[in-house]
C-alpha cells in the first residue's frame, strides 16, 4: 500500500516550519500579496488545485469530481506535492498560486489568510459549513473573524486496537474510563506475564509524532478544552502541571517494561519500531493493545478481518468519565487564491455532502460534514469514526503539534518524544520541547 495523505499528513510536516521561513524571507520589493484574480487556471473554466495528497489517494481525489465537473464543464486540475508546505509560499509570493490550495494544517492556512494571499469564501460555501460542519470545523477555516474556507476530509485519532479473540479468552471487555484502561492492561499483563501493549514511533525524519498523539489525547481527556487550547499558543507550557501530569499517565504505560513493546523488545525499541510494524503484532495476537488512528486498518496483513468479531477491531480512548466525549483528529482546510466564478463553484461542490459522499464512497478516508452518510464507508471503523465525527455531544480538538509552530509541532515536541522513550527524565524533556517555542 503506498503511503498516504493520511498518515503521511501526521508524519512529515517539519516542513511546516520550512514554510514559515518561506513565506517571511520571500517578502521581496515589490511583491503584492493578495492583488487581482490570482490563482493558476490558464482559462475562466479551468481550475487549478495544489494539495499534500499523492500517488493512489490523487487519484481517488480525482475520481471524486470528475463526473460533476464534467458536467459544471470545468476542467479541474490537480498537482499533489510532499513539499507542498514549502512550494506553496514560494508560489504564492512569486505571483503563481494555485487556485485552491488544499491545507493540512490550519496554522498554515490561517498564516496565508492573515497575509491576504486568500480570498475570503464564497456566501455558498460558508452556508455549506455552517449547516453540514461543527462551530468547532467552521473554526479552523475563520481567521480574524473573516470565514476563508471549509473542512475537505477528517480524521479522528485515539483508537485502541486490539484482537477481540483475545479478549474473550481473557474475559476483558473494552474500558470505558482512563483507569478501566489501567486496569484493563494490569489484567492483560497478569494473566499473559507478558507486556500487553505494543508501539512504534518510528517514522523516517518524522520519528516521534505518533508519541505526540499520546500525549494529546491524554492533555485533551484530563485537562479539557480549556488547557488544550491554551497549550497550542503556550499560555499553558510545556513545562506546568497540567502538561507534566499528561507525560506522567502515558508513561504509566509507555515506559513501564512490563507493559511495552510486546513482540518487539524493550521500551527503548519503541524509537525503532516503524508506526506501521505494530499492527501485524495485534493481528496475530501476540501485541494485545496498541493506540493509533483509523489509518493502521491498512497496514494490517492482507486476509485480516476488522469487525468487532474479527480479527481486529478497536476502541476508543476513553475519558476520565464514561459521559466525556472528546477526541483528536486533522484534515484539510480548502482556501482559495483565486475568486473567478469556476473557482467559486469548485468551492462549494466541495463543501457539500455531494462531495463528501462520493470521496468518502471510494474508500480509504472520512469526513465530519453530517451530511455523509456513515454506509457509504467501506471499513468498519471509517464507519465509526463518522459516527464519532457527526455525534453533536463530540469535542473535536486538531491535532495540537499540527497548530503549534513548526519549529515545536514538528521539531522540538517530536525529538522530544524520542528523548523521553530513550530514558530522558520527563522535566529536562519537557524544558527542551518548551524551549522552541518562538521568542517574542
Request: aromatic fraction near 10%; charge should be negative; charged fraction near 20%.
Amino acid at each position: 500500500m503506498a503511503l498516504s495523505q493520511r498518515y503521511r499528513r501526521l508524519a512529515p510536516l517539519a516542513l511546516l516550519g520550512a514554510a514559515g521561513v518561506a513565506l517571511a524571507g520571500c517578502g521581496a520589493p515589490g511583491a503584492a500579496p493578495g492583488g487581482g484574480g490570482g490563482g493558476g487556471g490558464s482559462d475562466d473554466n479551468t481550475v487549478t488545485v495544489y494539495g499534500t495528497i499523492v500517488d493512489d489517494e490523487a487519484k481517488l481525489l480525482q475520481e471524486s469530481w470528475k463526473e460533476w465537473a464534467d458536467k459544471e464543464g470545468i476542467t479541474i486540475k490537480y498537482e499533489g506535492s510532499q513539499d507542498f508546505e514549502t512550494q506553496v509560499g514560494t508560489r504564492a509570493q512569486g505571483g503563481n498560486p494555485p487556485d485552491i490550495g488544499i491545507f493540512p494544517q490550519p496554522g498554515l492556512f490561517a498564516d496565508f489568510a492573515s497575509r491576504d494571499f486568500l480570498k475570503p469564501a464564497p456566501e455558498e460555501v460558508e452556508k455549506n459549513a455552517n449547516e453540514y460542519w461543527t462551530e468547532d470545523w467552521v473554526n479552523y477555516g475563520t481567521v480574524d473573524g473573516t470565514f476563508y474556507g471549509a473542512p475537505l476530509m477528517a480524521n479522528v485519532k485515539g483508537w485502541i486496537w486490539y484482537s477481540p479473540a483475545k479478549f474473550t479468552e481473557w474475559g476483558v471487555t473494552p474500558p470505558k474510563t482512563l483507569d478501566e484502561l489501567v486496569a484493563l492492561t494490569q489484567t492483560i499483563q497478569s494473566k499473559t506475564g507478558s507486556a500487553p501493549w505494543c508501539a512504534g514511533f518510528e517514522s523516517g525524519t518524522a520519528t516521534g509524532w505518533p508519541g505526540t498523539d499520546w500525549i494529546e489525547d491524554y492533555v485533551l481527556r484530563e485537562g479539557g478544552t480549556e488547557v488544550y487550547d491554551k497549550w497550542i499558543t503556550n499560555d499553558v507550557k510545556f513545562t506546568d502541571p497540567e502538561i507534566k501530569d499528561a507525560f506522567d499517565k502515558v508513561g504509566e504505560i509507555l515506559l513501564n517494561p512490563a507493559y511495552v513493546n510486546a513482540g518487539f523488545g524493550d521500551v527503548r525499541s519503541i524509537n525503532s519500531t516503524a508506526f506501521g510494524d505494530v499492527a501485524a503484532k495485534v493481528a496475530d495476537g501476540s501485541c494485545a493493545l496498541t493506540h493509533q488512528a483509523s489509518f493502521l486498518s491498512g497496514f494490517f496483513p492482507e486476509g485480516t478481518t476488522i469487525a468487532e468479531d474479527g480479527d481486529v477491531w478497536a476502541f476508543m480512548l476513553p475519558g476520565v468519565d464514561e459521559a466525556q466525549k472528546s477526541v483528536t483528529g486533522a484534515g484539510e482546510i480548502v482556501g482559495a487564491f483565486s475568486d473567478k466564478p469556476a473557482v467559486q463553484k469548485v468551492l462549494a461542490y466541495l463543501s457539500s455532502p455531494e462531495w463528501a459522499n462520493s470521496r468518502v464512497s471510494l474508500g480509504g478516508v472520512t469526513s465530519a460534514n453530517n451530511g455523509l452518510d456513515p454506509e457509504n464507508a467501506k471499513d468498519p471503523i471509517l464507519q465509526e469514526t463518522i459516527k464519532i465525527l457527526q455525534d453533536p455531544d463530540t469535542t473535536f480538538r486538531f491535532d495540537a503539534s499540527d497548530l503549534m509552530p513548526g519549529a515545536v509541532g514538528a521539531g522540538t515536541f517530536w525529538k522530544g518524544m524520542v528523548a523521553w522513550i530513550n530514558g530522558t527524565a520527563t522535566d529536562e524533556v519537557l524544558s527542551q520541547i518548551e524551549s522552541g517555542w518562538p521568542q517574542g
